[in-house]
């Protein structure tokens, strides 16, 4: 609704209309390009406003390239936040080239300001060019304002020893108080470290209520660990029900471990009837991106097809290879309404 309510606003600035056009707006016949022709010559607000418009794909079908081309316009006219968005579109390569030397030169304007976006986005871009130590310089100037995704991007280098020697109580200090301000992976890390005592006494029960917290926010890994300390009774009572409800949740939004921890259900039969079709189908769902994740997950999922294979017909095979397809179409149209890892990416709306 915030987002209608800049596109009106954009509206009253760019073609002087009526002060009284309210959130119906969406229903206003909209000519982008006449909006497009007045923004070029207009200030960097509404230039910066347009853009994100166009990264969020409200109001306009989103599209990255004209996203980062009105950022561009903007952060010509020295606009802070544009520099900030743009540089983390470098970093992804969202809508232009990965390139992490433009990334820096532009995080460079934003960080004279002292903000803490511009300086989380710093110690991103050294991260990514493998200076770890000055990536950590930046992320404590961010932490020092209280940024929460810095505080989680700290304790994740703390836990990994990057830039600074390896100290999980450290690691844990800062996850802690980056998911007391409600950070969704902040809250599933800290209950990693519990989970497996990690500078904190493993406490099953303590990690099973921050991943539930994480996991509600619609984070997908959390997800996964719901379900499946649901399905192991582990700081929690066994419910089977509650697994299949989580894992299914988790699968659905691409989380790979989900769909190969959902394909072992079905396999069992833990809290649902065996299911051939479907175990094989989640479990080469997850396959086509588990190779890249995880060597581990990836012989686990390619131990369970080969168990399945051998007690499945041709015939049975082929109906779970085709439900296999549905799903991934089905995961691929909503790719872009998939989590977003925030630990080092910056979106646009994230800065308002």
Known sequence: MRHLQAFTALLVVILTASPSLSDESESIPIDITAIQ???????AQVQYELGKLYYLGEVVDQNYTEAARWFHTAAKQDHEQAHIVLANMYIHGEGVERNMQKALKLATRAVKSDSADAQYTMGVIHENLGDFAEAMKWYKQAAASGDSVAELRLGAMYDAGRGVPQDHAEAVKWYRKSAEQGLAAAQHNLGVSYAK????PHNDAEAFQWFLLAAKQGYAPAQT???TRYSQGAGVPQDYAAALEWLRKAAELGDTQGQAVLAQHYLVGWGVPIDYIHAYAWANVARADSEDINQILNAGITETLDKLTARMTAEQIAESQE???SIWERLQEHETEKWMEPEDHIPPESLD
């Open 225 to 227: 660990q719901v379900g």
């Open 197 to 200: 005592g990690k500078g904190v």
């Open 323 to 325: 439900l296999s397809r």
């Open 37 to 43: 022709e007045k923004a070029d010559t207009a200030d």
